[in-house]
């Protein structure tokens, strides 16, 4: 079966934009030979990924049924999916037509991983929506990059911890945690912490205590919440938690709101806080991850 849907008239990174399109009509030739049984069994197989190439499908309500690189994506909404900077790019790629159509975001390569430029093609075929895209390295000077308003607290957020990434592509690790360990780079209430791949601290400057040390035995302020190894779960996709911490700004405990995620094995994050009200204790402990991979 793979040397009738692998595409095998090209070395992919010739001419990747070409391998794409004809990798997703692969996809829609299986569909419409073998069924639509055989075409999702086949696309949800990890043994189906080869290095940043995948293929996922959504049928005609935009559900996804096959996505080998993120099985939690099956039965969810592509619509719903978000990309790095919290925009719902999933809408953008489920607009594609029977034409097809190209989509450009910013998202983890499985081959790599890293964050990196992806440019997607997506297909209606039948109602279905096929797709299968390329990567790009990323790693902009961190100056070029322009931070959302902080009206905006979860936007100004994700540019953030985005800027911070760059600026690891971009200078490396030791200048990155040196320059997130200076105080003078708190902003307010924001400021940056990094672990290694190991979750071992490297940037924390609130707390610089903390490096060194492993993120995974951070409790929370009642002592018993496994707050770090709740971070620690964060993928290339990144992770949304909800907890009670000290804002540096204010010196009070608020509820924070962090946005974590991998990049080169390394754990980036920051996060804003928002004014403890009734009952946050007894909902603290929720956590909102985004998907996986696409």
Avoid: C
Avoid at 30 to 38: I, M, V
């Amino acid at each position: 079966m793979m040397d009738a849907v692998t595409p095998t008239e090209m070395m992919p990174m010739e001419d990747p934009e070409a391998f794409a399109v004809a990798f997703v009509q692969a996809a829609v030739d299986l569909y419409k030979t073998e069924g639509r049984d055989a075409a999702i069994a086949y696309h949800n197989d990890p043994m189906n990924i080869d290095g940043q190439w995948y293929v996922f499908i959504a049928d005609a309500d935009d559900m996804f049924v096959a996505h080998a690189a993120a099985p939690s994506f099956v039965g969810k909404d592509i619509k719903d999916v978000p990309a790095l900077d919290g925009s719902l790019i999933g809408v953008e790629i489920a607009m594609a037509t029977t034409e097809g159509r190209w989509t450009e975001y910013l998202w983890p390569n499985p081959e790599t991983n890293k964050i990196e430029q992806k440019r997607t093609w997506s297909i209606r075929h039948d109602g279905y929506l096929f797709g299968s895209g390329y990567y790009k390295p990323w790693g902009p000077d961190p100056a070029t990059l322009t931070l959302a308003s902080k009206d905006d607290p979860a936007a100004f957020t994700h540019d953030l911890v985005l800027a911070a990434i760059a600026r690891y592509e971009f200078e490396g690790l030791e200048a990155t945690a040196a320059y997130y360990n200076d105080p003078m780079n708190i902003d307010g209430q924001w400021y940056i912490f990094i672990t290694d791949a190991d979750d071992m601290f490297v940037a924390h400057a609130p707390r610089p205590d903390f490096v060194g040390t492993d993120l995974k035995e951070v409790l929370g302020l009642d002592g018993s919440r496994m707050l770090g190894v709740e971070i620690a779960a964060a993928t290339g996709t990144g992770l949304w938690i909800e907890y009670l911490w000290p804002n540096p700004e204010s010196g009070e405990n608020e509820m924070k709101r962090t946005w974590a995620i991998r990049h080169d094995g390394y754990l980036f994050g920051s996060g804003y806080y928002e004014p403890v009200v009734e009952n946050d204790m007894d909902t603290m402990g929720a956590t909102d991850t985004t998907a996986e991979e696409n």
